[in-house]
């Protein structure tokens, strides 16, 4: 199984800034996993936010959160996301993926997920 365990998530003001982490293990984890972000709201779906390919060469944004959101991969089995300039709607449970897939962007192509952490920002 793949474990992944999500951190960094809090309470901000708008136009403040979080960094979230995500580390993962397991004895099926394998680096060439692509690694993601998606978010999920009160009374929402989960939504797709980011994802970054193993290599790091392939990386994709929604469009809600491009040119403030940065997603990246500095070690095989972690995935960080910068998110800055954050907005009220940003407010969300925050989950880390993984997917077997060089990279993925919907919700099916991800097939382990953490626990999440939560995302609050005040207006």
């Known amino acids: 199984q793949v474990h992944l365990v999500e951190s960094g998530g809090g309470l901000v003001q708008t136009g403040g800034s979080l960094r979230l982490s995500c580390a993962a293990s397991?004895?099926?984890?394998?680096?060439?996993?692509?690694m993601g972000w998606f978010r999920q709201a009160p009374g929402k779906d989960r939504e797709f936010v980011a994802a970054i390919s193993w290599s790091g060469g392939a990386i994709y944004y929604s469009d809600s959160v491009k040119g403030r959101f940065t997603i990246s991969r500095d070690s095989w089995n972690t995935v960080d996301l910068q998110m800055n300039s954050l907005k009220p709607e940003d407010t969300a449970v925050y989950y880390c993926a993984a997917s077997p897939h060089t990279v993925a962007r919907t919700e099916s192509g991800f097939g382990f997920w953490g626990q999440g952490t939560q995302v609050s920002v005040s207006s």
């Open positions: 397991g004895r099926t984890f394998s680096k060439s996993y692509c």
